[in-house]
């Protein structure tokens, strides 16, 4: 059985940083794109950051870009979100996710692309 579990989450002031891991266990995912997406409270669950195979390519949500930033390490079976100079806006629960049936990175942004999430993991960002 396929679980992903994140941590890292936690309370930190604006301008903050904070880096989220996420373990995969039970099946060798090192070989999928990984994500990460976000939710926060009335909304709907939102892409945040995707990298590919080999981490050749990543992507990030326009909100993003330029304070995040995602990596793998394929050894340890571990997805990486550094989240650098957040804002309260940034305040949701973060879920990590794994595709297990494809290769392709399309549809990295659809939560429906991926196969496999985690529990999530709550970030609160104070003004």
């Known amino acids: 059985q396929v679980q992903l579990a994140e941590s890292g989450g936690g309370l930190v002031q604006a301008g903050g940083s904070l880096r989220l891991s996420c373990v995969a266990s039970?099946?060798?995912?090192?070989?999928?794109?990984k994500g990460w997406f976000r939710q926060a409270p009335g909304k709907e669950r939102e892409f945040v950051a995707a990298?590919?195979?080999?981490?050749?390519?990543?992507y990030y949500a326009d909100s993003v870009k330029g304070r995040f930033t995602i990596s793998r390490d394929d050894a340890k079976n571990t997805v990486y979100l550094q989240m650098n100079s957040l804002k309260p806006e940034d305040t949701a629960v973060y879920y990590c996710?794994?595709?297990?049936?494809?290769?392709?990175?399309?549809?990295?942004?659809?939560?429906?692309?991926?196969?496999?999430w985690g529990q999530g993991t709550q970030v609160t960002v104070s003004s």
């Open positions: 039970g099946r060798t995912l090192s070989r999928y794109p």
């Open positions: 990298i590919s195979w080999g981490s050749s390519i990543t």
């Open positions: 996710a794994s595709k297990a049936s494809s290769w392709s990175n399309n549809g990295y942004d659809n939560p429906t692309s991926y196969d496999y």
